[in-house]
């Protein structure tokens, strides 16, 4: 994983942390956990200056994000809402709750979601489909995605040769969102799939 980042970045210095960090929010596999650390180890011997990497990578976080609104923007309610009548145990209605939900706490959710693993990326999506004023999401991003970027690169920097360290415990965290987005997913399908039997019983009766 390592190999090539640390490839990119001798060879483009701040601006490959940058490309880096827009690749990894269209890629969520790509974790910013070990861009963002690695980064600021570079920056702690002097390969590239330290506010250059924040500068970067945060502009990097922004392009990605961007390219994901103008995604959910171009797919549009209607498509979002064909689709979903297409998945099995989602309902029109659970979309129509999300957008109100959204709709009343996107702002908060946007700047947040920056700070959090997996959402990080996908957040930019709803806030395409709803589109919340440009200006507005892409402050909000920026604001986010430099807290969340500060936090990490300053980790590396002063952790030098160590800042693999950043990756292991902040893992513990994403393998934590992970579990929880998992458990979320089968009490909603559990939900749906004990609906459906009592619907049936109903019109068996």
């Known amino acids: 994983?390592?190999?090539?980042?640390?490839?990119?970045?001798?060879?483009l210095g701040a601006p490959g942390a940058g490309l880096a960090i827009a690749l990894e929010n269209l890629f969520p596999?790509?974790?910013?956990?070990?861009?963002?650390?690695l980064a600021g180890f570079a920056s702690s011997r002097g390969e590239m200056s330290l506010l250059s990497?924040?500068?970067?990578?945060?502009a990097g976080s922004v392009v990605g994000a961007l390219a994901l609104y103008w995604a959910g923007a171009l797919l549009g309610r209607e498509r979002m809402l064909a689709l979903a009548a297409g998945i099995p145990l989602?309902?029109?209605s659970d979309i129509t709750r999300t957008e109100a939900w959204f709709l009343e706490h996107g702002r908060k959710t946007v700047f947040f979601g920056r700070m959090i693993p997996i959402f990080r990326s996908l957040i930019s999506i709803p806030a395409g489909?709803?589109?919340?004023?440009?200006?507005?999401?892409?402050?909000?991003t920026t604001a986010?995605?430099?807290?969340?970027?500060?936090v990490f690169v300053l980790a590396g920097h002063?952790?030098?040769?160590?800042?693999?360290l950043v990756e292991t415990y902040?893992?513990?965290g994403t393998n934590t969102v992970i579990g929880l987005v998992l458990l979320a997913v089968l009490v909603f399908v559990g939900t749906r799939l004990a609906e459906r039997r009592k619907g049936r019983h109903a019109l068996r009766g």
């Open 158 to 164: 002063a952790l030098g040769a160590n800042w693999s």
């Open 29 to 37: 596999p790509l974790p910013s956990e070990v861009i963002l650390p």
């Open 90 to 92: 989602l309902k029109v």
């Open 1 to 11: 994983m390592t190999d090539w980042l640390i490839e990119l970045m001798e060879i």
């Open 144 to 150: 986010g995605s430099l807290i969340w970027n500060t």
């Open 53 to 58: 990497v924040l500068a970067w990578t945060t």
């Open 170 to 172: 902040v893992g513990m």
């Open 129 to 140: 489909v709803e589109r919340m004023p440009l200006g507005v999401f892409t402050l909000l």
